[in-house]
């Protein structure tokens, strides 16, 4: 019983210790979900669509049709399947993000005639 209290009495200044470090990592984490929760959210140029279209025939993409709409600039245009894998990978490279998307193949051989919105 003496031995449990002598023991008892050598933990508990490293109890604080722990206590204290861990309240001080907690409260810098705190502050950390503080600054990221009141952050203002980074504010891009909106994307206009006759840059976008200039972006689109660099990259060697023909649109038919290119407007702006309420959520973004909408595309429509007729791609090999390479060509829609290379769109898309281009437009994640670019950061721009697809709000809507619709595409098909009517004749079965892998041209898609797709409608996206891009923001």
């Given at each position: 019983?003496?031995?449990?209290?002598?023991?008892?009495?050598l933990l508990v200044p490293e109890v604080k210790r722990a206590q204290s470090l861990l309240l001080t990592e907690w409260s810098r984490l705190?502050?950390?979900?503080?600054?990221?929760?009141?952050?203002?959210?980074?504010?891009?140029?909106?994307?206009?669509?006759?840059?976008?279209?200039?972006?689109?025939?660099?990259?060697?993409?023909?649109?038919e049709t290119i407007r702006g709409v309420y959520l973004g600039v909408?595309?429509?245009?007729?791609?090999?399947?390479?060509?829609?894998?290379?769109?898309?990978?281009?437009?994640?490279?670019?950061?721009?993000?697809?709000?809507?998307?619709?595409?098909?193949?009517?004749?079965?051989?892998?041209?898609?005639?797709?409608?996206?919105?891009?923001?």
């Open positions: 019983m003496l031995l449990g209290i002598v023991v008892l009495g705190r502050y950390l979900a503080y600054l990221l929760e009141t952050e203002a959210p980074s504010r891009k140029a909106p994307l206009s669509a006759e840059v976008f279209k200039e972006k689109l025939v660099s990259q060697g993409f023909k649109p909408e595309v429509e245009m007729e791609l090999s399947w390479r060509d829609l894998a290379r769109l898309l990978s281009w437009l994640n490279a670019q950061g721009l993000r697809i709000k809507a998307f619709h595409a098909e193949d009517p004749s079965g051989e892998g041209n898609f005639r797709i409608r996206m919105i891009v923001g």
